[in-house]
T-cell receptor, first 113, second 115 residues
């Protein structure tokens, strides 16, 4: 799978504010874009994903947007809460066949109460 | 609980000893993956099974590492002659495969400490 570039590496927000994390990719044939959340001492948890036939997907306070022209996809968390504090990873888009997941560097999100 | 399970959750061993970890995937998933994660880094791919066949191994998987999935269900990862550099979180994931679902679901991990 191809690599992804993720930024920022750390992000601090006040409780109630929004947080945005962005990843860029290079292969225009990519068709599946996942985001994972990892809490301390736990395995990554798939929290939201999007396929290339849509531009945005929402699940309560979490949304993912995809810009295929610019080749980037972003995670948006609104009305942040302390329990949102974790490390968030984007992963390489799926290109078909099996998926060897290559994770971004991760973004450590801290929500300040 | 129908998620991915791993056993043990923590393992402390002395350098030079052998260790074995077990992963039980989600029951209907035919694909199983092993990853390694060190502190402050993202997980790194180690190996992949489709049913009982091991189809890809990373260069990270030295000769001291061996993984099996004998009946296409649970999998084991063995590390022989452990070294301090093997200290990490070992993660297992599974997926359904096919064209409908590349989504991977991870277990809680096994944290290995080599002293």
């Amino acid at each position: 799978g191809e690599n992804v570039e993720q930024h920022p590496s750390t992000l601090s927000v006040q409780e109630g504010d929004s947080a945005v994390i962005k990843c860029t990719y290079s292969d225009s044939a990519s068709n599946y874009f996942p985001w994972y959340k990892q809490e301390l001492g736990k395995g990554p948890q798939l929290i939201i994903d999007i396929r290339s036939n849509v531009g945005e997907k929402k699940d309560q306070r979490i949304a993912v947007t995809l810009n295929k022209t610019a080749k980037h996809f972003s995670l948006h968390i609104t009305e942040t809460q302390p329990e949102d504090s974790a490390v968030y990873f984007c992963a390489n888009p799926f290109l078909g066949g099996y998926q060897k997941v290559t994770f971004g560097i991760g973004t450590k999100l801290q929500v300040i109460p | 609980d129908t998620g991915v399970s791993q056993d043990p959750r923590h393992k402390i061993t002395k350098r030079g000893q052998n260790v074995t970890f077990r992963c039980d995937p989600i029951s209907e998933h035919n694909r199983l993956y092993w990853y390694r994660q060190t502190l402050g880094q993202g997980p790194e791919f180690l190996t992949y099974f489709q049913n009982e066949a091991q189809l890809e191994k990373s260069r990270l998987l030295s000769d001291r590492f061996s993984a099996e999935r004998p009946k296409g269900s649970f999998s084991t990862l063995e590390i022989q002659r452990t070294e301090q550099g093997d200290s990490a979180m070992y993660l297992c994931a599974s997926s359904f495969g096919g064209t409908t679902g590349p989504e991977q679901y991870f277990g809680p991990g096994t944290r290995l400490t080599v002293t």
